[in-house]
């Protein structure tokens, strides 16, 4: 007689856990509200806030591309689909928003290095 027949405690347990496996394997999927979609267009948003638009026009339209792609994919149903999609366009939205910064970044030192040979010439008695 095996070692689980003989012990009543050791079957029941051995029985609610098989069970309990079972179920839980067999129970379907739930989808995802499609909060991976609003994660990817808060990103993108970000990009949109830093100024894109005016520094990263191409990446920012891809990034919107890749989002608006990634909706249809999720309302037909393709959630892995959506997700690849949506992380590429998020991905891509961090881009625009870092090459946004970079070139502010740019203006910055650009608008100094005027301001310090303005001072420079100032002070030698320079004229322009």
């Avoid at 005016?54 to 309302?75: H, M, N, S, T, W």
Wanted: glycine letters at 6%; one cysteine or more.
């Amino acid at each position: 007689m095996p070692l689980l027949m003989k012990t009543p405690k050791i079957f029941l347990a051995w029985t609610v856990l098989s069970t309990a496996l079972v179920l839980g394997a067999c129970t379907p999927q739930i989808r995802d509200n499609g909060s991976f979609l609003n994660k990817a267009e808060a990103t993108v948003k970000r990009a949109l806030d830093s100024g894109a638009a005016d520094f990263a026009p191409v990446e920012l339209r891809q990034a919107r591309e890749k989002l608006a792609q990634a909706r249809g994919e999720y309302d037909a149903g393709s959630e892995s689909a959506a997700r690849w999609t949506a992380a590429e366009g998020a991905i891509t939205g961090r881009l625009a928003r870092f090459k946004t910064l970079a070139a502010r970044k740019r203006q910055a030192v650009h608008q100094t290095r005027v301001e310090l040979d303005r001072m420079r010439r100032e002070l030698l008695h320079e004229t322009p």
